[in-house]
């Protein structure tokens, strides 16, 4: 360790020792949220511990993980689908007025209520523990992957030949995602750790700060976008309130913060927009802000007709019109999923908002379309899909549909061709499905893999790939090109799994997951995998990497965590090991494989994961409030910050 590096370390004991542990990071509070969380592999229970501490500090009522339910893989398959139960589709049916709204909640009501009295005989699965720990939207954010659709390949900023920074790792290519880090080229943006605040550093001449865009106590920030200069800040605002029941409540709304970046040193406010409920997650396309939040309504401390803001969503603290609110297709939801569109143009106004009734979900964003995605299969065996379709912050409620089982995470859900592909796994085995425009199933592949479960999935055109793994790792070849008829054309099996897929060139597919013996409980380590996919009827692993005494990698629950640059040949993500946490770059080549070029400790600290970006020919590593920056000539060290 250099005199530079112990002199950091004795500045992150100096800041560390005043800081304040919030309550929520008591340990009965992270036990009582962990309780409520699915179980997996004994490998992840650290990373499932980190993002309990990082919800908890945050005070977040939903979680980011890919296992976003609150029932666990376990209990959803004891789950066995009635015989003559189908996927039909149903409609979805505005509000007449709020006297309609009234009226379900109110049977919703007196139905809970009946259950109450019951004798504690049935457990109510839904009850206001299991929504705070309950499904959210994780992301689900492009990959910067060579993605290829009606128009052809395409590549992301962050890959293209012209780029000299790197972007956020996104879902969707041309549908940008909120992050704790950013760059514009020449500033770094990071979240600060009090959730309270984004530092802006300069990077011209070294690292300095050089302004910083902050809210007051009650906001906390959980993401944020540059853009065009712009600074935008979404997140939560938390205040208690006491209920008709007599207790005090925790009620969130979601806001969107906007600032000029025209003077960093100085950022300048120049708008907010806020709706009722918890963050969950937020998207950014063609000029517009798309915010997406849960608002739970208390049914348990009573509501009253005339008391709509008790009951109805506010944007801006003005009542949703009724005609904008969606009515459910059952009986079992209590909770809104709340959009509201914002033009950047106009930040302090909500251009357009839509609330759909929902049990919780998940969702996925196309170029055209928003798919809200809910998993009932612990209790009905299906996932319930709607799509919304937006255009220039418009947004319209288009379709609703049903496919069997539940969806591991957005990138098992693809738009391609006006059709949606799905890839579900449902009790013991896992299914395949091909949907129309308006959520109708048109082609279908079922009882695949038996007793296995989908880990990770990417689909390219008219191919696409998923991960199974119970004792193997069978990777799948998919052929779309017929969406009434596709079909299985490859299959691939060796130990371990891949948790996250992402292309890697033309003719390669990059895994990055866990090198598993063949009992498929013991773990050898972090795993990269290079798929030879050039014959996606014969995909074959040509490189592997395993990192010894490594547990985890944030990529693996976090795709925004990656920092892959195909052009560059750099993959960049942090690990979890013995040692602590590191920051890792590999490059890749037929000859030589996969290389290490990075294996350096991340000093920040803090629940945020750390991100990796790049401007020109330095790496910064940012966590927290500390930046190190590295020469990508050789990967020394060459500057750090602690802000």
Known sequence: ???????????IKEESETVKVPNSLEPGDVETLLKNRPKKFVWKRAHIVAAACCLLACGLAYG???????????ERDNYTR??????????????????????????RMNEMNARSYDGGAEKIEDSASGDMAGQAV?????????????????????????ADYSETNVRQEGVDEADVVKTDGRYLYTLRDNGRAVAIVDTKNGLEQAGEA???????????YVNSGRLVLVGEIYRE??????????????FSVTYDLSNPKKPEKIGEVTQSGSYTSSRMAEGHLYLFSQYCVDTYGGIEARDTEGYIPLINQSLLPESDIYLPATKQAYMYAVISSVDMNKPEEAKDSKAIFTDGGNLYVSNQNIYWYEDRSWYTGDTVIRRLSYENGKLNAEASGMVGGYIHDSFCIDEYKGNLRVITTEKDTN?????????KVIGSIEGLAEDERVYSARLLGDVGYFVTFRETDPLFSVDFSDPKKPKIIGELKIPGFSEYLHFYGEDMLLGIGMDVDEDGFSTNGVKLSMFDISDNTDVKEVQKYVMKNVYGADVMYDYRAALIDVNKNIIGFSVHGGNGENYCVFSYDTDNGFVCLMDETVNGNGYQTARGVYIDTK???????????YSMKDYQKVDDIIL
């Open 619 to 629: 790496l910064y590593v940012v966590k927290g409030n500390i930046i190190e920056a």
């Open 138 to 162: 994780a992301e689900d954010s492009a990959s910067m992957n060579l993605m290829a659709g009606e128009a052809g390949e395409a590549k992301t900023a962050a890959v293209a030949e012209t």
């Open 82 to 107: 009635e015989e003559g139960e189908s996927f039909s589709n149903s409609g979805l049916t505005t509000a007449k007025d709020y006297e309609d709204v009234y009226a379900y909640l109110e049977e």
């Open 64 to 74: 980011m993980m890919k296992e976003s339910d609150y029932i666990s893989h376990v």
């Open 214 to 224: 902050e809210l007051d106590d009650d906001y906390t920030i959980r993401e944020f």
């Open 1 to 11: 360790m250099n005199k530079r590096e112990q002199d950091l370390l004795n500045r």
């Open 241 to 254: 309130e006491k209920t008709r029941g007599g207790w005090y409540m925790g009620q969130s709304n979601t």
């Open 431 to 439: 299914s395949v499905y091909v949907l129309d425009k308006n959520l």
